[in-house]
């Protein structure tokens, strides 16, 4: 899994639907998921950490887990099929029982901000989904990986 964290929302030019960008730790690789309005509005309250004055949905169900004693642990982005993502809810009540709850990307993730729990993508996800930020650090990497290759002779491989 990939740990990754919220880089915002950016509005698709052809037709302004919101895109949810989420960036690894490293800025590497990000991940670019289409939400809804609502959700892309609700992530950005969160982001700026601005309280309305009644609950949102995403405040509602974070109050409604507080009360019944269960804390989000973590969410995973766990599949994509279709162009659909998958994801999940990781939650811990108070005796320590851990559940796993079906979500949306959007609404798992404007969860995990205003409980401040880790989102992590899986793998799978990254190597078919992501793409990459920093080509330039990707193609420094690549050339000092080719000279070690270049470089390396079998006798390298035995003990002396």
Same mark, same amino acid.
Not at 16 to 38: F, Y
């Given at each position: ?13 052809? @037709? ?7 960036? &690894?730790?490293?800025?590497?690789? /990000?991940?670019? *998921?289409? #939400? ?56 811990? @009540? ?7 709850? &079906?979500?949306?990307?959007?609404? /798992?993730?404007? *969860?995990? #901000? ?47």
């Amino acid at each position: 899994m990939v740990i990754m964290k919220v880089s915002g929302i950016v509005l698709d030019p052809q @037709n302004k639907t919101p895109i949810m960008v989420l960036r &690894d730790l490293e800025d590497r690789r /990000a991940l670019l *998921i289409w #939400i809804g309005s609502p959700e892309a509005n609700s992530i950005m309250l969160a982001m700026e950490n601005i309280k309305l004055p009644r609950p949102s949905t995403h405040d509602l169900i974070v109050n409604i887990l507080k009360t019944m004693k269960y804390d989000v642990k973590s969410i995973y982005i766990t599949d994509m099929q279709d162009g659909t993502f998958f994801s999940k809810i990781n939650l811990v @009540n108070s005796q320590g029982k851990e559940f796993s709850i &079906d979500s949306r990307p959007s609404d /798992a993730v404007a *969860i995990a #901000i205003r409980t401040k729990a880790n989102i992590y993508v899986s793998e799978q996800v990254m190597a078919s989904s992501s793409i990459p930020i920093d080509q330039t650090r990707d193609e420094q990497e690549a050339q000092e990986f080719k000279k070690f290759i270049d470089s390396v002779k079998p006798s390298d491989f035995f003990k002396s």
